[in-house]
């Protein structure tokens, strides 16, 4: 069973940074991609940014330039450097991992959550 365990978040003031961390324990599953998807009340989940286990990075288009994803191959993390925040990054931000079944679809694994909140 895939799980992953989130770290960092919490409370800042526009402008200013925030780093998210999360551990990713494959278990033998075959992780093709882990990410970091953001959810506000009354929204749906949307993605924040991706890291494909070929390295290949993806964006919202919100974030670009101010966001950066990473991957800790040696520690199994998957971080988001978050910097010149603004109110409009505030809420639950999620880590996913996308595990590859061979002949079926693929598999969505959630973390629980951590909040993240920007203040004018």
């Known amino acids: 069973q895939v799980q992953l365990v989130e770290s960092g978040g919490g409370s800042v003031q526009a402008g200013g940074s925030l780093r998210l961390s999360c551990v990713v324990s494959?278990?033998?599953?075959?992780?093709?991609?882990r990410g970091w998807y953001r959810q506000t009340p009354g929204a749906q989940r949307e993605m924040v940014a991706t890291?494909?286990?070929?390295?290949?990075?993806r964006y919202s288009d919100s974030v670009k330039g101010r966001f950066t994803i990473t991957r800790n191959y040696a520690e199994n993390t998957v971080s988001l450097q978050m910097n010149s925040l603004i109110p409009e990054d505030s809420g639950i931000y999620y880590c996913?991992?996308?595990?590859?079944?061979?002949?079926?679809?693929?598999?969505?694994?959630w973390g629980k959550g951590t909040q993240v909140t920007v203040s004018s």
């Open positions: 494959a278990n033998g599953a075959a992780i093709i991609e």
């Open positions: 890291i494909h286990s070929s390295g290949t990075t």
């Open positions: 996913n991992a996308v595990e590859a079944i061979f002949m079926r679809k693929n598999r969505d694994y």
